[in-house]
């Protein structure tokens, strides 16, 4: 085992965190989220949506015609909760609920032309934001935060997270 700068074994490099820090990290993790989702909140609500709305918004447009099922198990919601959700999207004209051609039972979703603005602009609102702080924070900040967050993820989750970054190409 060769001998990293330092002194310790390379591979065995630890970062060790205090408590102190841990919370730290994890209450500027909560403010960023307040921050990351204050904008699409201050739209959804003029519209009477919730978050739930975006991210059924969020995940149909970047899987057009992923079915009921599959949306159940990104979001990981109850039927109850997402057919909730789904029904007034539907009814509002932003989402289009499709027949499977190969299973009539599989219901695959698609947004409309008023979904797909919709879906724009709550996007645009969050990749300004993220923008702004990648730019201020830098590429390896970024690359770094990346892998924090996907560390973060279940293993089923990065999976799921992984077949649809594969999926966008």
């Not at 009477?48 to 992923?66: D, E, K, M, N, V």
């Amino acid at each position: 085992m060769t001998e990293a700068p330092g002194g310790q074994a390379s591979g065995e490099t630890l970062l060790y965190l205090t408590d102190e820090q841990l919370r730290q990290g994890a209450e500027a993790m909560f403010f960023a989220y307040r921050g990351f989702t204050a904008d699409p909140d201050r739209i959804l609500a003029g519209l009477s949506y919730g978050r739930a709305h975006h991210r059924a918004l969020h995940f149909i447009h970047g899987a057009p015609g992923t079915t009921v099922n599959n949306l159940l198990s990104i979001l990981g919601v109850t039927k109850q909760s997402l057919n909730r959700v789904l029904r007034t999207l539907i009814a509002d004209g932003l989402v289009e609920s499709r027949v499977g051609r190969d299973d009539k039972r599989e219901r695959h979703l698609h947004l409309t032309e008023a979904g797909r603005a919709l879906e724009q602009e709550l996007t645009d609102v969050q990749r300004a934001r993220m923008r702004t702080a990648y730019r201020q924070a830098g590429p390896e900040a970024v690359a770094g935060f990346r892998k924090v967050l996907e560390a973060m993820m279940d293993p089923e989750q990065r999976r799921q997270y992984k077949a649809l970054r594969e999926g966008r190409g």
